[in-house]
Nanobody, 127 residues
C-alpha cells in the first residue's frame, strides 16, 4: 500500500521555524515529483515547494522563496520542508503530495495532478 505520512506541525510564534517531514511507504520517493501544499482555513490548497525526482532540483512559490527549503533523504525515503520566519497568515494544514507526472515532465501547481497525498499536519503560527 502506497502511503505518505506528514509530521512536524505544531504551534509556533511568528518569526519562528518548523521542519515538516513527509515519509513514504510502499514506494520510493526519489522516483516521484513531491510537492508541499498548504491549505489555510476557507482557502484553496496552494503549492509551496516541489522537488524533482531526477536531480532533486527544488522550486518554490514566490511567497516562501528564501524562507522555506525542501530536501529529500533517499535513505530515509522522506522529504522535508524547513520553514523559517513563519508568518501568522501561513497557518493551515500542510500536505505533501506525490506523482510521477510522467506526462508533464515538471512540477505541477495543480493539486488534482497528484495521485498520492498524506493526511496533512496542522501548522499554527500565533503569538
Amino acid at each position: 500500500q502506497l502511503q505518505l505520512v506528514e509530521s512536524g506541525g505544531g504551534l509556533v510564534q511568528p518569526g519562528g521555524s518548523l521542519r515538516l517531514s513527509c515519509a513514504a511507504s510502499g514506494f520510493t520517493l526519489d522516483g516521484y515529483y513531491i510537492t508541499w501544499f498548504r491549505q489555510a482555513p476557507g482557502k484553496e490548497r496552494e503549492p509551496l515547494s516541489c522537488i524533482r525526482p531526477t536531480d532533486g532540483r527544488p522550486s518554490y512559490a514566490d511567497s516562501v522563496k528564501g524562507r522555506f527549503t525542501i530536501s529529500r533523504d533517499d535513505v530515509k525515503n522522506a522529504v522535508y520542508l524547513q520553514m523559517n520566519s513563519l508568518k501568522a497568515e501561513e497557518t493551515g494544514i500542510y500536505y505533501c503530495a506525490a506523482d510521477l507526472l510522467s506526462h508533464l515532465g515538471t512540477c505541477s501547481v495543480t493539486p488534482g495532478r497528484y495521485r498520492y497525498w498524506g493526511q496533512g499536519t496542522q501548522v499554527t503560527v500565533s503569538s
